[in-house]
């Protein structure tokens, strides 16, 4: 039986009416973020997200982790749907403009602790592992390939930037991931009741979040994470290029605000 909205449609009806409203917002306003910095990093965010989310998704749907119902998708590339492709660039723009409305730079260098960028990827590192472990168990499977998928991105952000992202921007990063969050989980929720897309039992733990997967729950938080940590990290970068002057990460100037906000 068809479903009774296609995965086209339901991009239609759900994640573009929002987008256009938030990046309207986000132009319009005077408070708001946009131009050459923001935009440039969340080109960059797309094209990572498109590269190094297609060789996993086309990974888990041959498995049998989700599949789509009758009649949902136009057709695929690989083993994806070409509506999931889009759902790769649609979500980043999604999250990143509702994070341009209150998108802020903090003032503090470059050049954090060499124990805090060990720390901060070591964090990644060990959710890789433990996401390697899980992958060895059927009913773990989906949780495991998204933790050891998701691990060497939060390694990455956390080892440039764990020190500011705890210490200078805590509250704008749980503002930024609260809200769009929430909403793909409650339209995840729709689609799945739709029968657009379904989650396997046999790859999953069982264990649900608001009537979704938990796993799902995870997947869209996780993704919001890359997106979010990224663009402020990008911001936080392109704030302070006389840190790149002279000899870089190293320059008097870095040190001495380093010392002073230590």
Request: proline fraction near 5%; aromatic fraction near 16%; hydrophobic fraction near 55%.
């Amino acid at each position: 039986m068809s479903v009774p909205l296609t995965y086209m449609e339901f991009h239609l009806v759900f994640i573009l009416p929002p987008l256009l409203v938030l990046g309207w917002f986000a132009w319009r306003r005077d408070d708001a973020s946009w131009g050459r910095a923001p935009l440039s990093g969340l080109a960059i965010m797309l094209f990572l997200a498109v590269v190094y989310t297609t060789p996993w998704t086309n990974v888990m749907i041959p498995r049998g982790v989700w599949w789509y119902g009758d009649g949902a998708v136009l057709g695929t590339i690989w083993y994806t749907p070409i509506e999931e492709y889009l759902f790769f660039i649609l979500q980043p723009i999604l999250t990143a403009f509702w994070l341009f409305q209150f998108l802020t730079v903090e003032d503090r260098s470059l050049l954090i602790p060499l124990s805090h960028r060990l720390a901060g990827a070591a964090g990644g590192l060990a959710i890789c592992v433990l996401g390697y472990f899980l992958m060895g168990t059927t009913s773990t499977f989906y949780l495991g390939s998204l933790l050891f998928w998701a691990g060497p991105i939060l390694a990455i952000q956390w080892a440039f930037g764990i020190t500011y992202l705890i210490k200078e921007v805590p509250r704008l990063l749980a503002v930024a991931l609260v809200v769009p969050t929430l909403y793909l989980w409650t339209v995840d929720r729709i689609a799945i009741g739709l029968g657009i897309w379904s989650i396997s039992e046999t790859h999953t733990i069982g264990l649900s979040l608001l009537g979704l997967p938990v796993e799902e729950a995870l997947f869209f938080f996780l993704t919001n994470v890359f997106l979010v940590q990224g663009i402020v990290l990008y911001m936080w970068l392109l704030d302070r290029p006389y840190e790149f002057a002279g000899v870089g990460w190293f320059s008097e100037r870095a040190q001495a605000v380093d010392s002073e906000r230590a």
